[in-house]
């Protein structure tokens, strides 16, 4: 019978740790006190998530430019090129968030007050107190450049409160310019928006996570809205560009029907009692020529209808399961994971600790052996030499 003996290496590793757990307690004690510290600091946030299914991003058209299904023999695919995996990308660009920060908003509080998302993100978002000491710490090399620099600096760092309309503004070369008080609460707002893509299933989740839960619901219908807006004036300015095209083509054919018929009706009048082979050809090759000329017309008469019909028609970009709902319960900070990362950073810090102490290097104080007056410095040796050091 085969005996399988296991060799258990790990215990005198398990025992030394053991004979310190009052270190790991006290380490774990700090931790759960810095965990209460930090969940106590952060403000409360509140999440709205806004579950839609993305439509048909995809279109068949058959000769007659009519909307068709998929399969039709002769049709034509017209793909849209925002898809909605782009949809992040298209959120988080200033020419989408600016225009979306100055939508207003109400706070859940009892007078109801009432002001602009830029407002909000300017004045009444609350930040835990270290970031008030990072923030100070980056802004003193600004200050104390400030005389040197000129004003730029000190008015940067100057508070707004109101938001600037004409902040977005375009050049002629087609390049767009904004403030940087608008680069931050652009930055803000792109921070508390994000969007989940499932490809499987075609849903889009649109999330918005604000310290008022009424805010934060207002701002994630309107997002969805402004997103809808959006891809609708893409799909609109497509079939505007598409519809001017043909009606471009549509007047040349016009045209080029109406000389083919004149042609055709000045030879008929020239010509009409004469019978040789020569002339009924001529007369052949122009009736021709104007039936081709009209079938062209008729062809892009049908178009430009098509078209107008589909602008009319606008097609629907995300099919809302889930709408905005006022969150009841707050979203972070959560007290149980802050006290299980901190728990987990101190006990593998002290773990860590020991492992060292025993296997590795221990801290000692040598004294260095010269004529120079005494000096002690602070060196690392291996703990397999300690003994024979204090030997």
Not at 115 to 144: C, G, K, N
Not at 261 to 280: G, I, S, V
């Amino acid at each position: 019978m085969l005996r399988i003996k296991i060799r258990k290496k790990l215990s005198p590793w398990w025992a030394y740790v053991w004979g310190n757990r009052r270190l790991l307690c006290r380490l774990a004690g700090v931790g759960v006190v810095v965990a209460i510290i930090i969940t106590l600091s952060m403000p409360d946030e509140y999440e709205t998530t806004v579950f839609t299914v993305a439509e048909a991003r995809t279109i068949s058209v058959d000769a007659a430019g009519s909307v068709t299904s998929r399969n039709a023999a002769g049709s034509e695919r017209i793909r849209d090129a925002i898809l909605p995996s782009h949809y992040a990308r298209v959120i988080a660009t200033p020419q989408f968030l600016l225009p979306l920060s100055h939508m207003t908003v109400r706070l859940d509080d009892e007078a109801g007050t009432t002001l602009t998302l830029y407002e909000y993100l300017s004045t009444r978002i609350s930040h835990p107190w270290w970031s008030y000491i990072i923030r100070d710490i980056f802004r003193l090399p600004a200050l104390l450049l400030s005389p040197f620099r000129g004003n730029d600096d000190a008015s940067l760092l100057q508070s707004h409160t109101t938001a600037d309309t004409d902040s977005l503004t375009a050049s002629p070369e087609g390049v767009t310019r904004i403030t940087r008080r608008d680069a931050a609460v652009a930055s803000a707002l792109r921070r508390r928006i994000s969007v989940e893509i499932n490809r499987d299933k075609q849903s889009v989740a649109l999330s918005v996570r604000m310290q008022d839960p009424l805010v934060s619901a207002l701002v994630a219908d309107s997002l969805q809205a402004a997103i809808q807006a959006y891809v609708t004036d893409y799909r609109t300015d497509k079939e505007l560009n598409l519809l001017r095209q043909n009606e471009a083509l549509l007047e040349q054919s016009r045209q080029r029907y109406y000389q083919a018929q004149e042609e055709y009706a000045q030879y008929m009048d020239a010509n009409r009692d004469l019978a040789p082979l020569a002339a009924r050809i001529d007369r052949a090759n122009l009736r021709i020529r104007m039936q081709q000329a009209f079938t062209e017309y008729t062809r892009f008469t049908t178009l430009v209808q098509a078209n107008r019909m589909r602008m009319a028609n606008k097609r629907p970009v995300l099919k809302v399961v889930d709408p905005a709902r006022v969150p009841m319960h707050r979203a972070s900070p959560s007290l149980l994971l802050n006290v299980a990362v901190c728990l987990l950073l101190a006990l593998g810090g002290g773990i860590g600790w020991l492992y060292l102490k025993r296997n590795h290097f221990v801290i000692r104080w040598r004294r260095r052996r010269s004529s120079r007056p005494r000096r002690y410095r602070f060196v690392l040796i291996p703990s397999h030499r300690k003994a024979a050091a204090d030997a």
